[in-house]
Structure formats: structure tokens, C-alpha cells
């Protein structure tokens, strides 16, 4: 178990630039979720994977926004035209969900900055 | 989505047990309530979660208030490495999955 690992650690980019993040779960968790965490606030959530379907995505999301879990194991997340509202920290997580209880395990996120 | 309250900040001596509250009054049957902790520059990680009775496990105690609008985080004995915000989830087991966190509280241990 190497724990959840997200690439890169920080990305800067331009204004309206396309942007895209790489997360890969622990092994054999069935279920990844994407949060989105700016500075004093709490993590706030984005998407959610079972397998490789994406079973629920934030209201908030805006169709710049895109994820994918090809074949269920890792996920991208690409943003379109970046604004610099989209700076933020991103955070993947991964779980085993069995039915009953699950926990989360978070990587150490993708620090966006766009200029 | 129901909400918790926590209070923005906490002050600990170190090696002092901490009481770190959490309010849920619209709690629903099928709630579970969860804690994790984050530690600066890192994500999350899990510290316990229970559905009514109190929990302990190696990090922490969970108590539940016997109405479950109310539970406390107790960490036993605080340490320079406790430091960090802590989160009270309220996680639905029977509707939506996904997690929803508040501000949390911040937790400073004093040396």
C-alpha cells in the first residue's frame, strides 16, 4: 500500500490555459472522489467515481471541468480555459467501498496557481 | 446535505486530553459521523466515525450524545504532532456519497 499518489504537486499556469491532473488510488479501492480546497476553507467536493463510472459531480462544477476513470483504476481531472478563480488546492481520494462503512484516503493534492 | 458546527479554533497544553465538539441537531437516522484531521501542506486523513455508540480506536475516543445531535472528538493526549484542522462529517449511509466538510476546528498544542 503506497497511498494515494497525485501528479504533479504544483502546477502554475497561464489564464486560459488547459490544465490536467493525474491521481492514482491505492490499489484495488473501487471508489475515488475529487475535491477542490482553497485556503482557510475546507475541502469541498467535486466528483465521485464507482469503478470507472462517474456516479455524481458538484453542482458547482462548471463544464470547464472534466474527469475521467478510464477502466477504474486512475483518474484525470482536466480543466479548460483556466480563470484565476480556478486557483486552489485539488485533492484525490480513494476508498473501499463495501456496502457498509468506508473510509477516505486522501493524497497530498495538486497545488493549481494560474496567473 | 445535514451541517455541522464547530468552533473555528482550540487551544491545548500538550500532553492534555482535548475535547473537540461537534454539533449536529439535523442529524437523520442514517447519518454517520465521521472526523478527519488535516495536517498543514497534507490531505485529509481519517480519525474515527460511529452511528450511535461511543468509539475508541488507537488515535482517538468518539463520543455520542444519546439524542446524536451532539458528539466530541476526544484525543487522549494532545502531541506537538495533533496539531491541525480538525473535520466533523455527517455522512449519509443511505443517500448521497459524498463527504461534506465544513471549516472544521483548528487545533494548536502548546509545548
Known amino acids: 500500500d503506497t497511498g494515494v499518489s497525485q501528479n504533479p504537486r504544483h502546477k502554475i499556469t497561464k489564464r486560459g490555459q488547459n490544465v490536467t491532473f493525474r491521481c492514482d488510488p491505492i490499489?484495488?479501492?473501487?471508489?475515488l472522489y475529487w475535491y477542490r480546497q482553497t485556503l482557510g476553507q475546507g475541502p469541498e467536493f467535486l466528483t465521485y467515481?464507482?469503478?470507472?463510472?462517474?456516479?455524481?459531480k458538484s453542482r458547482l462544477l462548471s463544464d470547464r471541468f472534466s474527469a475521467e476513470r478510464p477502466k477504474g483504476s486512475f483518474s484525470t481531472l482536466e480543466i479548460q480555459r483556466t480563470e484565476q478563480g480556478d486557483s486552489a488546492m485539488y485533492l484525490c481520494?480513494?476508498?473501499?467501498?463495501?456496502?457498509?462503512?468506508?473510509?477516505?484516503?486522501f493524497g497530498s493534492g495538486t497545488q493549481l496557481s494560474v496567473l | 446535505d445535514a451541517k455541522t458546527t464547530q468552533p473555528n479554533s482550540m487551544e491545548s497544553n500538550e500532553e492534555e486530553p482535548v475535547h473537540l465538539p461537534c454539533n449536529h441537531s439535523?442529524?437523520?437516522?442514517?447519518?454517520?459521523i465521521h472526523w478527519y484531521r488535516q495536517l498543514p501542506s497534507q490531505g485529509p486523513e481519517y480519525v474515527i466515525h460511529?452511528?450511535?455508540s461511543n468509539v475508541n480506536n488507537r488515535m482517538a475516543s468518539l463520543a455520542i450524545a444519546e439524542d446524536r445531535k451532539s458528539s466530541t472528538l476526544i484525543l487522549h493526549r494532545a502531541t506537538l504532532r495533533d496539531a491541525a484542522v480538525y473535520y466533523c462529517?455527517?455522512?449519509?449511509?443511505?443517500?448521497?456519497?459524498?463527504?461534506?466538510f465544513g471549516t472544521g476546528t483548528r487545533l494548536k498544542v502548546l509545548a
Open positions: 467515481f464507482q469503478n470507472e463510472a462517474q456516479l455524481e
Open positions: 462529517i455527517l455522512r449519509d449511509f443511505s443517500g448521497t456519497y459524498k463527504y461534506i
Open positions: 481520494a480513494s476508498s473501499q467501498w463495501t456496502g457498509l462503512e468506508e473510509k477516505l484516503f
Open positions: 460511529g452511528l450511535t
Open positions: 490499489s484495488e479501492h473501487n471508489r
Open positions: 439535523t442529524i437523520s437516522g442514517t447519518d454517520y
